[in-house]
T-cell receptor
Framework: GIQVEQSPPDLILQEGANSTLRCNFS?????LQWFHQNPWGQLINLFY???GTKQNGRLSATTVATERYSLLYISSSQTTDSGVYFC??????????????FGQGTILTVHP | DTGVSQDPRHKITKRGQNVTFRCDPI?????LYWYRQTLGQGPEFLTY????????KSRLLSDRFSAERPKGSFSTLEIQRTEQGDSAMYLC??????????????FGPGTRLTVT
């Protein structure tokens, strides 16, 4: 099956700093989503971005499908950005339509 | 609230007992997924339904696990004879789908199972 690797595994920032999270995947994808998991375990949808670039406030994401990676940018980080960020992909051409394979996540801690 | 809902949010059970979880997807979504997440890991796919048909089961889903979506709306996940290794967060998600194409998945708050 498809492999998904996220980096870095841990990231510690001061409030106001910018950061870039990376997601590499081993095969072609139909779907790529970024999630933020809050301390209660809820997965919050950030971006649905199989290709191209999107922006939502202080967050933006870029997926370069031909090179098999995606980037999540967080600007002017706030303490409420703390949590785990997951990248998840749906492999193209597989038999499991819609099945998401998740990376291991990036644990982000933002200090005031 | 029109998001995905799950019940219960927490379940503590003794080893050997049976448990059942419920998921109510977003009403217009025809595809429903179950995932399991253990501590420090990303969620892992268990099974999914298109309407009422269960189309795939992961090898993670042992014979003790069964899932249903009887009328293509809500779904239940039952674990029989629970083991300590079943302790995890069980997540449900739903999406729209058309033939081979699927769209953005939305997750519920999860059911945290603890087997003592």
């Amino acid at each position: 099956g498809i492999q998904v690797e996220q980096s870095p595994p841990d990231l510690i920032l001061q409030e106001g700093a910018n950061s870039t999270l990376r997601c590499n995947f081993s095969d072609s994808v139909n779907n790529l989503q970024w999630f933020h998991q809050n301390p209660w375990g809820q997965l919050i949808n950030l971006f649905y971005i199989p290709s191209g670039t999107k922006q939502n406030g202080r967050l933006s994401a870029t997926t370069v499908a031909t090179e098999r990676y995606s980037l999540l940018y967080i600007s002017s980080s706030q303490t409420t950005d703390s949590g785990v960020y997951f990248c998840a992909v749906e492999q193209d051409g597989g038999t499991s339509y819609g099945k998401l394979t998740f990376g291991q996540g990036t644990i982000l801690t933002v200090h005031p | 609230d029109t998001g995905v809902s799950q019940d219960p949010r927490h379940k503590i059970t003794k080893r050997g007992q049976n448990v059942t979880f419920r998921c109510d997807p977003i009403s217009e979504h025809n595809r429903l997924y179950w995932y399991r997440q253990t501590l420090g890991q990303g969620p892992e796919f268990l099974t999914y339904f298109q309407n009422e048909a269960q189309l795939e089961k992961s090898r993670l889903l042992s014979d003790r696990f069964s899932a249903e979506r009887p009328k293509g709306s809500f779904s239940t996940l039952e674990i029989q004879r629970t083991e300590q290794g079943d302790s995890a967060m069980y997540l449900c998600a739903s999406s729209l789908a058309w033939q081979r194409s699927s769209y953005e998945q939305y997750f519920g708050p999860g059911t945290r199972l603890t087997v003592t």
